[in-house]
């Protein structure tokens, strides 16, 4: 293999493509509440994210090469070394947000931390027999990511925040449980109780077309009351890009592998896009 190809799996599976879509989606929510673009803020946000899936990855190595090869296959080539990541970017993150943050930021960018790595450590195993609770915590996490914006930004927390955390909280339903496709074979080992492993995969499939379309209702509901700007409609196109990667998830292991590290977790970089479009249109 060439450093290229190093380099690129680096890039996808180790994190970085994924953190910096949740930039994205940091971003565009500082447009959309019209909060001046905090550029330390989204490395804040890209550094825990990092600690917290390199922390998971590497406790979870093991269940990986039975269920994510790809992955577990780059990582054990620095196994040694992920502990050290990790430290790092958590010490970074916490000096960031320190230097740049206001105490009300800085005790829920702790807290936020705190749960994110609890959950790898121990909460799989607490919280294993309930169905689904593997997604619908991940999910949360990530729309912790928008009331931590507006508490960085001092802006209150509203109803225009809960919508868009709601928003935020619907779409990474959708992404996470698509991913539970691929780890089913480690999940059913672990006696975690995936919403695919409950349902099966047809009627899981279903279920995430489902939410793909409750997903648009915060935005019209926002919009509709006059909270949202205009321009945000167009985060409702993400419709069709998830209806899209969600009907190929009848595909084998192999190519689920690629579509859930590459198109589910690029559906983060859209966002943005798409309220530019809509600005270039004159939706304000």
């Not at 990541?85 to 320190?98: E, K």
């Not at 609890?118 to 799989?124: L, Q, V």
């Not at 198109?263 to 004159?282: A, H, K, R, S, T």
């Amino acid at each position: 293999m060439g450093r290229s190809d190093f380099l690129w799996d680096e890039f996808v599976y180790g994190g970085h493509w994924l953190s910096i879509g949740a930039g994205a989606i940091v971003f565009s929510a500082m447009i959309v509440f019209n909060f001046m673009i905090r550029w330390e803020f989204i490395l804040i946000i890209y550094l825990i994210v990092q600690c917290s899936y390199n922390y998971n990855h590497f406790k979870e190595l093991h269940s990986d090469m039975i269920s994510d090869s790809s992955r577990a296959i780059h990582l054990k080539k620095y196994v040694r070394a992920i502990p050290y990541i990790v430290f790092l970017y958590g010490l970074f993150y916490l000096i960031f947000l320190f230097l740049f943050g206001n105490l009300a930021s800085i005790i829920f960018g702790l807290i936020l931390l705190a749960i994110s790595l609890f959950f790898t450590y121990k909460g799989k195993k607490i919280f294993s027999r309930l169905i689904g609770f593997k997604s619908y915590y991940a999910a949360l996490t990530w729309a912790a990511l928008i009331p931590f914006t507006a508490i960085y930004i001092s802006y209150p927390i509203n109803l225009t925040v809960f919508l868009f955390s709601f928003f935020v909280f619907i779409r990474l339903l959708v992404s996470i449980n698509f991913f539970d496709i691929k780890d089913m074979a480690s999940d059913s080992k672990d006696e975690i109780r995936t919403l695919v492993l409950g349902l099966g995969k047809e009627k899981f499939i279903l279920l995430l077309h489902i939410l793909n379309l409750i997903s648009i209702f915060p935005i019209i509901f926002g919009i509709f009351l006059n909270i949202f700007p205009i321009f945000i409609f167009g985060l409702a196109f993400l419709f069709f890009y998830s209806f899209f990667y969600v009907i190929k998830g009848r595909e084998k292991k192999e190519e689920i592998q690629n579509i859930s590290y590459i198109l589910v977790d690029g559906e983060y970089y859209f966002w943005p896009i798409l309220i530019f479009i809509m600005l270039l249109f004159g939706a304000v």
